[in-house]
């Protein structure tokens, strides 16, 4: 069984930095997509970054310039360095994948339980 495990997400001041890592597991053929999207108190999911498997990648608006999301490929791992934090920027942080099980068959789309990042004084 495929699964998506978030770690990083914590409690950091304003001006700080985070980095957030994904790691796929389990029984899959390769992973296409994978993409960082966020959910504020209150607020609908919304995607923050995403990055292809041969690495071009794009951002909201939002976090443009201190956001920079990466992939290890060997390590089935997605990143998100989080710099110049805000308090705006203050979600549960989740990492999405599409996963392709088999050769031939269309990818899915795998969802993690989320990282919650708190940017506060």
């Known amino acids: 069984q495929v699964q998506l495990v978030e770690s990083g997400g914590d409690l950091v001041q304003p001006g700080g930095s985070l980095r957030l890592s994904c790691a796929a597991s389990g029984n899959f053929f390769s992973i296409n997509d994978m993409a960082w999207y966020r959910q504020a108190p209150g607020k609908g999911r919304e995607l923050v970054a995403r990055?292809?498997?041969?690495?071009?990648?794009n951002y909201a608006d939002s976090v443009k310039g201190r956001f920079t999301i990466d992939r290890d490929n060997s390590k089935n791992t997605v990143y998100l360095q989080m710099n110049s934090l805000k308090p705006e920027d203050t979600a549960v942080y989740y990492c999405?994948?599409?996963?392709?099980?088999?050769?031939?068959?269309?990818?899915?789309?795998?969802w993690g339980k989320g990282t919650l990042v708190t940017v506060s004084s």
């Open positions: 999405h994948a599409a996963i392709q099980p088999t050769s031939g068959v269309y990818a899915m789309v795998y």
């Open positions: 990055i292809s498997s041969t690495g071009n990648s």
